[in-house]
């Protein structure tokens, strides 16, 4: 598991190379698509294994690379990216049954190996008694200490405390294993679903976070046949290259739709997640939300964090202040009136502010930082709209007042 952070650049690329689909690893990759950084996963196979090794300290994987430097050990990983990304308690008592859980889940998955897997160094004879000794002793009292912890939590929704820590990415691993490997199913499924059903809802729940990871969800936008507000979001969905259904919306048949149910506050965009059943509303929300779990809002560098949203309001503004007038109720005249005011005074005024940014930014190709972000989508998708709905153009009006960004 291989993963680059190039903090001087602040691009984040990463890459992540496993050898098997352990839970370890699957904890990592879980908690960095939680964060919602981007990364490459790439897996080693094994026969390519001689190759790989001596790259990594000890010559073993998972390992985290950050600026060219490699680290190793699972744990360790863990709990630099949970310190990093706000996953790991800062009360001891917390910190405790975090490990705790980890390495309680951890004893249950190396026995389970070498009870069950064919790669287990045990014989035949050997092998059979320790999967009865998995069935009938480890697994139960490992499981149900899990369970006891669980129930003793001040919320069922996360193993310790209220939000994600560590310790859920690796019980996730672990369920990830028995949900994909035989035999980890027909060992651990039924028993953890009937005689602990508390432990099965809550992996059950917490595992349709990661829907989208695991690319099990159908994801549908909802927004009027045009451009505008849903523009940028099909923009963002489009870059990621993120397959979703683009379901458009006539004008005349809004008043009948919106009455429907389907549309939180009777409005769009919606972006629609099935079979989650999650909908998310209001534009700004949105963009945050998917730009922040797929690292095209820096949610962890504050001073970045701010250029990009200053972008996203500043471009509001502008449409805003046009939308005001444009298709108000005042009289012709008065819409003349405000017409010459926004574009001798407004629109300078943003286009002379924004212009100055663009010269600030370190690379011309992109409004903040060296790779696409929030702010960009947001741009190109009001700016789509104002060449269709506006005039005069603000081509020509950027062409003049803002030559950077035209």
């Known amino acids: 598991f291989f993963f680059n952070d190039t903090a001087t650049t602040e691009i984040y690329t990463r890459s992540i190379v496993g050898s098997v689909r352990c839970v370890q690893e699957t ?12 990364f490459e996963d790439v897996r080693i196979k094994r026969e390519d294994w001689p190759k790989y090794k001596d790259k990594f300290e000890l010559k073993q994987v998972p390992a985290l690379e950050i600026d060219g430097k490699i680290l190793t050990q699972s744990y360790a990983i863990l709990e630099y990216l949970g310190s990093k990304y706000g996953y790991l308690p800062k009360t001891y008592d917390k910190l405790y049954k975090v490990i705790f859980v980890m390495n309680t889940a951890e004893d249950i998955y190396r026995k389970a190996y070498m ?29 149900g200490a899990l369970f006891k912890k669980l129930s003793e939590n001040e919320s069922q929704k996360f193993i310790v405390g209220h939000k994600y820590t560590i310790a859920d990415f690796y019980l996730l691993g672990f369920w990830a294993t028995v949900l994909q490997n035989p035999d980890f199913n027909a060992t651990f499924y039924e028993v953890i679903k009937t005689k602990m059903p508390g432990l ?12 989208p990871y695991y690319k099990k969800c159908a994801t549908k936008l909802y927004y009027f046949d045009a451009a505008g507000h849903g523009e940028m979001i099909r ?50 929300a949105i963009m945050h939300r998917i730009g922040g779990r797929y690292g095209y809002l820096p949610i962890n560098k504050p001073e970045k964090l701010y250029k990009v949203v200053w972008w996203c309001n500043t471009w509001k503004d502008l449409i805003v202040n ?22 001798t005074k407004i629109v300078p005024s943003l286009f002379e502010a924004m212009e100055s940014k ?29 060449l269709l709905y506006t005039s005069p153009s603000p081509r020509d009006l950027s062409t003049s007042r803002m030559p950077s960004s035209a």
């Open 322 to 343: 046009y939308m005001g007038f444009a298709h108000s109720s005042y009289s012709e005249e008065k819409k003349k009136e405000f017409r010459i005011y926004y574009f």
């Open 358 to 386: 663009i010269m600030m930014n370190k690379c011309s190709d992109y409004l903040v930082g060296k790779s696409y972000t929030v702010a960009d989508f947001y741009f190109l998708g009001l700016y789509k709209a104002c």
């Open 115 to 143: 009870a069950l897997m064919p790669s287990s160094p045990l014989d035949a004879k050997a092998k059979d008694e320790a999967k009865k000794n998995i069935l009938e002793v480890d697994g139960p009292l490992h499981l």
């Open 200 to 211: 099965f809802t809550y992996l059950d729940e917490r595992m349709k976070d990661f829907n």
């Open 27 to 38: 904890a990592i990759r879980l908690l960095l698509f939680h964060a919602g950084l981007k």
């Open 235 to 284: 923009l963002m969905l489009k870059a990621m290259k993120f397959p979703f259904e683009d379901i458009r919306i006539k004008i005349e048949d809004w008043p009948k739709e919106k009455e429907t149910g389907k549309f939180i506050l009777k409005e769009l965009p919606v972006v629609a997640c099935e079979p989650c059943g999650v909908k998310f509303a209001q534009t700004d």
